[in-house]
Each structure stands twice: as C-alpha cells, then as structure tokens.
C-alpha cells in the first residue's frame, strides 16, 4: 500500500532563517506530487505541483520554492523566512487515472 | 478556474443528531467533489468522492453526500453524529492543472467544523 511521510512535524525557525521541508511517498511510481498550505479558516492553498522529476509549476508567487530530485521525494524550500510564511504544509500525491489526492501528515511551521 | 463555497464555518450539534454541511461548487461540464476529514494537528483523509454514477456516495463510518448537478450542491450528512466525528470537513472539487485535462488540482472549500457536543 501507498504511505506518504512528510518531517519535521514541527518547526520554529526565526525570520531570515532558510527552510527545507521534504516529503517521500512509497508504494508508488511516477506520482503527481503536491505542497499546500493551510491558514486558519483560510481553507488550502495550493503552492506547488510537479508531474515528474524536475517538473516544477507554481500556482502563487511566493517566498518559497520547490524541488523534485527524485521521483518520489519532493521539497519545499525557502532562503530567507517571513512571518506570513507562518502555517500548516501539507504534501499530496496522486497517481493515473486518480482524481483524488492522499495527504501526508502535515508540517506546522511557526515564523518567529 | 472551479471555486467551492462551504456556507456555514462552525456547526455545533449533539451527539446522535443529525447534521448537514454544505457545500456549492461553480458550475462545470465535467466534476468530481470529493469530502476529506480533518482531525486536529493531522493531514487531510478522503472521507468520500463523487466521480460518476450514483449521485449519492457513502463512507464506511455513516456519513454520505449527494451530488446535485442542479443546485451545483455536493452537502454531506450523518443521520447520528458521535463526539468521534468532532473535526474540519472541506468539500473539493478537482480543477484541471492544463489545458489538456491530463492533471488534475483540488480547489477546497475553507472548512466547516464540526463541534459534536455530549
């Protein structure tokens, strides 16, 4: 079966700090991966998405980056934090003919 | 670009009674809703999907949601809640990445939770 793990589970990083979040999936190949990020009653929003390794597309200009260097493991990067980068990232994949997404168990970043 | 709109940000109920959450998606030739379950400091889990078919889906622990294609509506009800289900439900719906439709995006709803009360 499929699992989906994504560390830290938590992080205070000050600003100007650098970030580097990863996810991995198993039990899979060629996966569409996903990073979105959670506000509070903001819903989800997604950042990132990437249909192969070194397929990067970004939904939203932002502070942050995204990487894919191998075919399951997908990185969410920043070199200079800000305060409203600040929530709760949440990394997805979904494969084929699916149209549903599988979520990882989240990120909370705290931007002091 | 599809939008999700779930119309009520907190719903407080009894355990055992009833509930509804709703949500309204934009109109579209071709959409797949999906409901996920959010429980505190945890990932998103799919609680149940509409793709085709049957316009009413259920999930193994009791709740079910009725795709509505002319009210655009997609709303997910318990006939008995327990303190259990006390979570964030989002309503999606999936949104093509591309022009070719070959990839699909989740455009969520901003959450509705669900308080179940003893």
């Known amino acids: 079966s499929q699992t989906i793990h994504q560390w830290p589970a938590t992080l205070v990083q000050p600003v100007g700090s650098p970030l580097s979040l990863e996810c991995t999936v198993e039990?899979?190949?060629?996966?569409?991966l996903y990073w979105y990020r959670q506000a509070a009653g903001r819903g989800l929003q997604l950042l990132f998405y990437s249909v192969g390794i070194g397929q990067i597309s970004s939904e939203v200009p932002q502070n942050l980056s995204a990487s894919r260097p191998q075919d399951r493991q997908f990185i969410l990067s920043s070199k200079k934090l800000l305060l409203s980068d600040s929530g709760f990232y949440l990394c997805a994949w979904s494969v084929g003919a699916l149209y549903e997404q599988y979520f990882g168990p989240g990120t909370r970043l705290t931007v002091t | 670009a599809q939008s999700v709109t779930q119309l009520d940000s907190q719903v407080p109920v009894f355990e055992e009674a009833p509930v509804e959450l709703r949500c309204n998606y934009s109109s579209s030739v071709s959409v797949y809703l999906f409901w996920y379950v959010q429980y505190p400091n945890q990932g998103l889990q799919l609680l149940l999907k509409?793709?085709?078919?049957?316009?009413l889906v259920e999930s193994i622990n009791g709740f079910e949601a009725e795709f509505n294609k002319s009210q655009t509506s997609f709303h997910l009800r318990k006939p008995s809640v327990h303190i259990s289900d006390t979570a964030e439900y989002f309503c999606a719906v999936s949104d093509p990445l591309n022009s070719g439709g070959s990839n699909y995006k989740l455009t969520f709803g901003k959450g509705t939770l669900l308080t179940v009360n003893p």
């Open positions: 509409y793709l085709s078919g049957s316009t």
């Open positions: 039990g899979t190949s060629n996966p569409n």
